[in-house]
Each structure stands twice: as structure tokens, then as C-alpha cells.
């Protein structure tokens, strides 16, 4: 039972590369997002997809893209990574888009930017 | 606009004591509230959320938290503390009505706990 899958768990880039973080659920949940976590600030939504075939912004989205290929996958794009973007990146998952459900989290994909 | 606050980024407690971890959030409009935690290296799990009906929520471990209206809080609480508690605590808000946080949560900035033996 994986649940929510991240790859890669660790990834260090040079400013100005680019990368994409995969992330996979096998729980047949609509609802998918990307959030960051930085030290003091808890985490901050950066994309969503409420369903398959939609995605919107979240909080924090300058400098990143994001494609739901389907139904279970959800990936994160950086197009030119800055030191900025060093951070914890989670994916999440729900059954439906609405309030009252709970994320389900992965493991998270630790980038640093040099 | 929703927002959480968790008083104190940093918790200590004595193994066998009370675990306290205070939250209080602004909302609009009615909440749900969740708390979560992380260990070590580990995404976030849920261990207990405050949808409607009774306010006092029992989740995962033996914790509990109220959903105080009137004081606009959903402390998280545990009367005995085990070493295994140790870890990073997460409060996050989210609207039950339509407007722009619908479907979306906000945490706060987290509460380390450490538990001593």
C-alpha cells in the first residue's frame, strides 16, 4: 500500500537548471498538491489540481509549472531553479475536492539549489 | 482570507507528562481544523480533524483537541507523553463555505516537540 510516491527523495542543482518532481498516488483520490516547507513557515501550497484536468494556483506558484498527467500522477516543474527554491517538497492527495477531507502526504523530494 | 498560529515553534515535556501544543486560527466562516505530524524524514500524517458535531475530536496515539468557537482555538492535547511523540506538530485551517480557501488548507508554522526521558 504506498499511498503517495515522490521522486526523486533528494536532488541538488546548480541556478538556472531545470527539473521536474514526480509524484504518484495509488489511492484513486481526484485531488492533488504540491507544497513547499521551509524552517518556521510550515507549508505553503504552491499548485493544485482539484480533478483530472484542471490545475490552479496555490499560494506561492512564481517560478514553477505543474502537469497532472492523469489521474494518479501530479508532477512539479522548475523551468530555471534559483537558491530560492531550496526547499521540502510535498505532494498531497485527497479523495474529493473539498474541505472536510483529509491530505494524505508523501515523503517528500529535499532540494537544494547551489 | 484563513489563517493559523501556533504559540511556541518549540515544546519540552518530561516522558509520562501533560503534552499541550496551542492553535488558534482566523476564518470567515465556519472552519474545519486538523492537526497532523511529521517525524524525521517522513511526510505529514493526519492524527485528528474537527469537521462538525461534537468538539472534542479523539484522534491517532491518545490525542485529543477542542474546538473552542468562543476563543477561536483547537489546542492539541495528550495526558501522557511517550518518547515517541516526539516530533513536529502541524495546525491547518480550511473553509466549509465557497471563496477562495474552499478545498485548500493553511498550516501554521509548526511545533517541535521534545519529549526527555
Known amino acids: 500500500n504506498a499511498g503517495v510516491t515522490q521522486t526523486p527523495k533528494f536532488q541538488v542543482l546548480k541556478t538556472g537548471q531545470s527539473m521536474t518532481l514526480q509524484c504518484a498516488q495509488d489511492?484513486?483520490?481526484?485531488?492533488m498538491y504540491w507544497y513547499r516547507q521551509d524552517p518556521g513557515m510550515g507549508l505553503r501550497l504552491i499548485y493544485y489540481?482539484?480533478?483530472?484536468?484542471?490545475?490552479d494556483k496555490g499560494e506561492v506558484p512564481n517560478g514553477y509549472n505543474v502537469s497532472r498527467l492523469n489521474k494518479r500522477e501530479f508532477s512539479l516543474r522548475l523551468e530555471s531553479a534559483a537558491p530560492s527554491q531550496t526547499s521540502v517538497y510535498f505532494c498531497?492527495?485527497?479523495?474529493?475536492?473539498?474541505?472536510?477531507?483529509?491530505?494524505?502526504f508523501g515523503d517528500g523530494t529535499r532540494l537544494s539549489i547551489l | 482570507a484563513q489563517s493559523v498560529t501556533q504559540l511556541g515553534s518549540h515544546v519540552s515535556v518530561s516522558e509520562g507528562a501533560l503534552v499541550l501544543l496551542r492553535c488558534n486560527y482566523s476564518?470567515?466562516?465556519?472552519?474545519?481544523l486538523f492537526w497532523y505530524v511529521q517525524y524525521p524524514n517522513q511526510g505529514l500524517q493526519l492524527l485528528l480533524k474537527?469537521?462538525?458535531?461534537?468538539?472534542l475530536v479523539k484522534g491517532i496515539n491518545g490525542f485529543e483537541a477542542e474546538f473552542k468557537k468562543s476563543e477561536t482555538s483547537f489546542h492539541l492535547t495528550k495526558p501522557s507523553a511517550h518518547m515517541s511523540d516526539a516530533a513536529e506538530y502541524f495546525c491547518a485551517v480550511s473553509s466549509n463555505a465557497g471563496g477562495t480557501s474552499y478545498g485548500k488548507l493553511t498550516f501554521g508554522q509548526g511545533t517541535i516537540l521534545t519529549v526527555h526521558p
Open positions: 498531497a492527495s485527497g479523495r474529493q475536492f473539498t474541505s472536510n477531507q483529509p491530505q494524505h
Open positions: 476564518s470567515s466562516v465556519p472552519p474545519y
Open positions: 489540481s482539484a480533478s483530472e484536468g484542471t490545475t
Open positions: 489511492m484513486n483520490h481526484n485531488s
Open positions: 474537527y469537521t462538525t458535531g461534537a468538539t
